[in-house]
Structure formats: C-alpha cells, structure tokens
C-alpha cells in the first residue's frame, strides 16, 4: 500500500532558525501533499508538489521531491511560534481522493 | 480560507448507543470526506461521498458507519451502534473536484464508554 512516513518524531527550534522536515513513501505517486496541523484544529494544506516538480516554495516554506529515492522535505525558514504544529506529508490513493497521511513530525518552536 | 465546521465538538457516549456527526462543508463543494484520528497515531482515510453516494470507502468504515447528505445540508457520519474502539477524533473535509484541495473541520472528539 502507499504509504507516507514522517522519518523523525519531533525537532525543536528557536525562532528564527530554520526547520526540515522529512518524508517517505513506498509507491509511485502523481503528488505529494505537505499539511500543517495546530493543537486542536485539523489539517491544513501548506503546499502540493507533482511528480514532475522538484521544488515548490509557498512564502517561508519550501518543498523538495525527489521520485527516485521517493523522498521529500519540508523546510521552514525564519520560524516563528506560530509554527508549532504537526507536519504531515501525505499521497493519493490509486482512487485519486482519499489522502493517506504519515504520522507526522511535530516541530516546536520556542521563543 | 473556506471553512469546515463539525457540530459538536465533543460528545461521550456510551457503548452501544448511536452517535451522529455532522460536517457542514463548504458551500459550494461537491466532494466530502471523513477521516479518523486516535490519539497519537496517524489520521487514517474513511469514507468519500460524491452526487449522494459513497465513491470509495476503507477497511476502517465498518458496516456499523453510515453517511449521508440530505437535501443538501449537513454531511454526517452515523455509528450504530459505538463499540470502544470508536473512540476517536474524526474529521470531515470537503473538496470542489475530486482531485482538489481537502479542507478540513476542526474534528469531532469521540469518547465512547
């Protein structure tokens, strides 16, 4: 099955300093997906990189895929507080809809 | 950003009893979505609904769930009856197309006793 994996539980920073975040997956994809998810809301969608991308920057956060060795990352450059959350990445499944999401990566940033 | 919103936000049942979650979706979205979250562990993928019928559904939707959207208003996930292992945090997301950006609600907190 397709299968997204954050590779570290949890990194902490200081503001200011920059964060990447790491993930795998197992088959081939058509995208990647990047979320964000704060203490008690849902996920939110930071960035969607194809499979024909290699990079893809929205603001301070940049996204990498490299298909051949099915790996991407997410980077957080000049981290802020409100940057605490957890980081999924996730894929499609073959049905195209469903998203299947890794355990995610949570990054605290402290002041 | 558009929003989803889950009505409630919390509810404790007991096992055994049946419990509705509803998800108002963005207005002008055609797909809607429910996924599962427990505590510390992955969100997993349950159920998509499209044109008033499930489109894909996981090993997870269990033939004690059920969905609905009627005449438009909310999209809400049914469990009847709750076993304990329901408990959990469930979210709903709504997409334009099939293949578009998920939003998702803040999640329903699910305590079955």
């Known amino acids: 099955s397709q299968l997204a994996e954050e590779n570290l539980w949890a990194l902490s920073v200081h503001e200011g300093e920059s964060v990447t975040v790491n993930c795998s997956y197992k088959t081939s994809i058509t995208a990647l997906q990047w979320y964000r998810q704060k203490s008690g809301e849902g996920p939110a969608q930071l960035i969607l990189i194809r499979s024909n991308e290699r990079e893809k920057r929205n603001g301070r956060l940049r996204a990498t895929l490299d298909t051949s060795s099915q790996s991407s990352s997410l980077s957080i450059t000049a981290t802020r507080c409100e940057d605490t959350a957890v980081y999924f990445c996730?894929?499609?499944?073959?049905?195209?809809?469903?998203?299947?999401f890794g355990t995610g990566t949570t990054v605290s940033v402290s002041p | 950003g558009p929003k989803v919103l889950q009505i409630p936000s919390h509810q404790i049942i007991d096992m055994g009893q049946m419990v509705t979650l509803n998800c108002d979706p963005v207005s002008n979205h055609l797909y809607f979505y429910w996924y599962k979250q427990i505590l510390g562990q992955q969100m997993e993928f349950l159920v998509n609904f499209y044109n008033g019928k499930v489109m894909e559904k996981s090993k997870l939707f269990k033939d004690q769930f059920s969905v609905e959207r009627p005449d438009g208003s909310y999209f809400t996930l049914k469990i009847q009856p709750t076993a304990l292992e329901d408990s959990a945090v469930y979210f709903c997301a709504s997409s334009l197309g099939g293949q578009d950006t998920q939003y998702f609600g803040p999640g329903t907190r699910l305590l079955v006793l």
């Open positions: 996730a894929t499609v499944d073959q049905g195209g809809r469903a998203l299947i």
